[in-house]
C-alpha cells in the first residue's frame, strides 16, 4: 500500500513538472508599433514552435490578417475571421538565390570532371533581377529584459531593382537597431526580403511577370524575437524622390501563460484562397486620410492645457534638459523625455528648475547627464556591402549617461538608471535612444 502511494505521488510530481515545463515554453506578449507619430498594438502569443499575432488597425485603417507562423511545417497562414477566408504562404522562395559572402569556397577537387549541370525547360517569363544585401552585426552588448539574456544586434538591408523588373521599381534601404532573445523551441527562419517587396511602391502584379531574387548576405550574428526594435525605411534614388520613414516595436509585457493549441490551426469551417489579396477589406484612402485628420485636430482642440494641479492617480514628473554635452539640442531631448515618459498614470512636463517643479505639483523631478558621448568608427561591416549609401546612415556612438529621480516631497533619490552602450545614428538620434533605455527604467520603477 505504501508502495503504491509513493508511487502515485511520484507520477503526480512528473506531471506537475512536465506541465510546468511546457506552460513556461508558451508566451503571451503585448507589444506597441508606432510609425510616424502613430501607434497601435499587437498581440502576440508563442506556443512551442508556433506564434500567433493579432493587430489592431492603424489611423482608422481595417485590422491586418491575423497571422500564424507554423515553423514546424514551414508555412504561414493569415486569416480573416470576418470573411472566414484563410491563405497559406510557404516559408520557402521560389526564384531567390541566396549567396553566403562570408563562406570560403570549397577548395576543387583535383583531376575530378566537372559535370555541367542540365539545363531545365522553362518556359521564357518576362521580369529582371532584384538584388539584395543583407548584413548583420552583433554588437556584443547584453542585457537582462523580462529575464532574458537580450542581444543588441543592427542588420542592413538594401534592394535594388534591374531596370527590366516588375515586382518593383525604386530601390529601398532598411536598417534595424534592436534587442533580440532566444525563446525556446520557436526558431522560425528569418526572411531576407519583405514578402512580396511589400514596402516598395510597385505597380499591380503582372501574371506574366516573374523576377529572380539574389541575396548577398554577410556578417556574423543572428536575430531571434525582438522584444524592441527601430526600423528606418529609405525609398526612392536615382530619378526618384527619396522619402523615408522609421518604425519602431516595443514589448509592453511578456508573461509565460497556458495556450491552447487550436489559436495556431485553421479554424475549423474556414475556406482557403489563393490569392492573399482577398484578405483585405476595402478602405477608402481619401476616408482614411480625413478622418486621421479630424481625429488629430480634435485631439489638438480637446488636449487639455497644462495646469498646476494634477488629476487623482497621475504622477508627474519635472523633467529638466539633459546636461554634459553641447553637441546635442538639449531642449530636443527634452521634449523627447517628456514624450515618452507620459504613459498611462505617468504624466511628464519640462520644467527649467525645483520652484518649477513645485509649482506644477510635481511628484518627483528628472535630471539626465551625459557622462560621455564618444563617437564610434562607421559600422565597418554593417554597410561595407552595400554600395551607393549614405555613409553618415552607419554612424553609431558609445554613450555614457546617469538618470536622477528625486522624491520632491523629501528630496530623497527613488532611482538612479545607468546608461553604458553603443547607439546606432547621428548624436542626436543616438542620444534619444539612450535616453529610452533610462526611461523604460523609470516607467517600470513607478508602475
Not at 95 to 124: F, G, L, Q, R, S
Request: glycine share 6%; proline share 5%.
Amino acid at each position: 500500500m505504501k508502495k503504491n502511494v509513493l508511487c502515485f505521488i511520484a507520477v503526480m510530481i512528473t506531471a506537475f513538472v512536465i506541465d510546468n515545463e511546457a506552460t513556461a515554453q508558451q508566451y503571451k506578449l503585448r507589444q506597441s508599433t508606432s510609425m510616424m507619430g502613430m501607434k497601435t498594438e499587437s498581440t502576440i502569443y508563442v506556443k512551442g514552435m508556433r506564434k500567433r499575432t493579432e493587430s489592431a488597425g492603424m489611423m482608422g485603417m481595417p485590422a491586418p490578417p491575423i497571422t500564424i507562423e507554423q515553423c514546424d511545417l514551414q508555412r504561414t497562414i493569415k486569416i480573416n475571421d470576418k470573411k472566414k477566408l484563410y491563405y497559406i504562404e510557404s516559408f520557402s522562395k521560389e526564384n531567390e538565390e541566396v549567396v553566403d559572402e562570408d563562406a570560403k569556397p570549397a577548395a576543387p577537387v583535383k583531376n575530378k570532371p566537372v559535370t555541367p549541370a542540365p539545363k531545365e525547360k522553362t518556359t521564357p517569363q518576362k521580369g529582371g533581377v532584384i538584388t539584395m544585401w543583407y548584413n548583420i552585426t552583433d554588437t556584443g552588448e547584453r542585457k537582462n529584459i523580462y529575464g532574458f539574456n537580450a542581444r543588441h544586434v543592427w542588420t542592413s538591408q538594401k534592394m535594388k531593382p534591374s531596370p527590366d523588373a516588375c515586382t518593383m521599381k525604386d530601390s529601398i534601404l532598411i536598417k534595424t537597431d534592436g534587442w533580440y532573445i532566444d525563446l525556446p523551441l520557436f526558431n522560425c527562419p528569418v526572411r531576407y526580403r519583405p514578402v512580396k517587396a511589400s514596402m516598395a511602391p510597385t505597380d499591380r502584379p503582372q501574371p506574366d511577370c516573374k523576377d529572380r531574387f539574389v541575396t548577398r548576405r554577410s556578417g556574423k550574428g543572428k536575430l531571434g524575437f525582438p522584444l524592441s526594435e527601430t526600423t528606418t525605411i529609405k525609398m526612392g534614388g536615382g530619378n526618384a524622390q527619396m522619402s523615408e520613414f522609421q518604425t519602431s516595436i516595443e514589448t509592453l509585457e511578456l508573461s509565460t501563460v497556458k495556450l491552447d493549441s487550436m489559436l495556431f490551426e485553421i479554424p475549423p469551417g474556414y475556406t482557403e484562397t489563393l490569392n492573399e489579396d482577398d484578405l483585405q477589406e476595402k478602405f477608402d484612402a481619401g476616408d482614411m486620410m480625413n478622418q486621421a485628420m479630424k481625429e488629430y485636430k480634435n485631439k489638438a482642440e480637446t488636449k487639455p492645457a497644462l495646469t498646476e494641479q494634477k488629476k487623482d492617480g497621475i504622477i508627474r514628473i519635472g523633467v529638466y534638459e539633459p546636461r554634459g554635452d553641447e553637441q546635442l539640442q538639449a531642449s530636443v531631448l527634452q521634449q523627447h523625455l517628456v514624450n515618452t515618459l507620459t504613459d498611462g498614470t505617468v504624466e511628464a512636463i519640462a520644467i527649467i528648475s525645483e520652484d518649477d517643479a513645485k509649482k506644477y505639483n510635481c511628484d518627483y523631478t528628472l535630471a539626465s547627464d551625459f557622462i560621455k558621448i564618444k563617437q564610434g568608427s562607421k559600422v565597418g561591416g554593417l554597410l561595407k556591402a552595400i554600395k551607393n549609401t549614405d555613409p553618415n546612415a552607419a554612424s553609431s556612438f558609445t554613450i555614457e549617461a546617469a538618470m536622477t529621480l528625486v522624491n520632491l516631497s523629501d528630496g530623497s533619490t527613488r532611482l538612479q538608471p545607468k546608461i553604458n552602450g553603443k547607439y546606432d545614428g547621428k548624436a542626436d538620434e543616438a542620444a534619444k535612444k539612450a535616453l529610452d533605455d533610462g526611461s523604460r527604467q523609470v516607467l517600470r520603477a513607478l508602475k
